[in-house]
């Protein structure tokens, strides 16, 4: 849906939007890290920040695919360059703090070990099924849906079931009956 264009003669718009957002996410990373730090909240320093940012940070995934315009519109490169952005403040805003809690609850480096394995092995298995995308395409183009319908849906699907999983994350218990703040 982006305009092919190339900048310089090899900088596709895509590599430029994506370049200009992780910049804005290397610069509000340490930013989020210190606010989550010194956040003081009834709902605790890190889950207060993961509960603002489960929503965007879904919503956003599903944005970029949502791009209204006709392919090759330059307002679709922006529209793709705001959720982005959004995307990645998003990101930060839940994954600096979740990433901050864990050796917080889990105190004991043998628990946390065993934390870690379930998550990368879920992690694993989530990426599985992100590599099969083009086949849950091609069931939806099979359905008699058009290709871009098809891209939508799918990504529409991922966004619903990782918001469920972000939001039960972020509910998932209260901070302050596991992390005691100073």
Not at 12 to 20: D, F, R, V
Not at 111 to 130: D, E, Q, W
């Amino acid at each position: 849906l982006l305009p092919s264009n190339k900048l310089l003669g090899f900088i596709t718009i895509m590599a430029l939007l994506t370049g200009i957002s992780k910049v804005i996410d290397a610069i509000s990373d340490p930013l989020v890290a210190n606010l989550s730090d010194k956040l003081n909240s009834k709902y605790g320093r890190r889950m207060s920040l993961m509960r603002i940012a489960a929503i965007p940070y879904a919503i956003s995934v599903l944005m970029i695919f949502l791009a209204p315009f006709a392919p090759g519109s330059a307002w679709n490169a922006v529209w793709v360059g705001v959720f982005l952005v959004i995307y990645y403040t998003a990101y930060t805003f839940y994954y600096i703090p979740q990433r901050a809690l864990i050796p917080e609850i889990i105190p004991d480096s043998k628990k946390r070990v065993g934390y870690y394995a379930v998550s990368t092995a879920l992690f694993m298995g989530s990426s599985a099924v992100m590599y099969a995308t083009t086949l849950f395409v091609s069931f939806f183009k099979q359905a008699g849906f058009d290709a871009i319908t098809s891209w939508r849906l799918v990504f529409a699907i991922f966004a619903v079931v990782g918001m469920a999983c972000l939001v039960a994350s972020a509910f998932a218990f209260k901070e302050n009956d596991y992390v005691k703040t100073h």
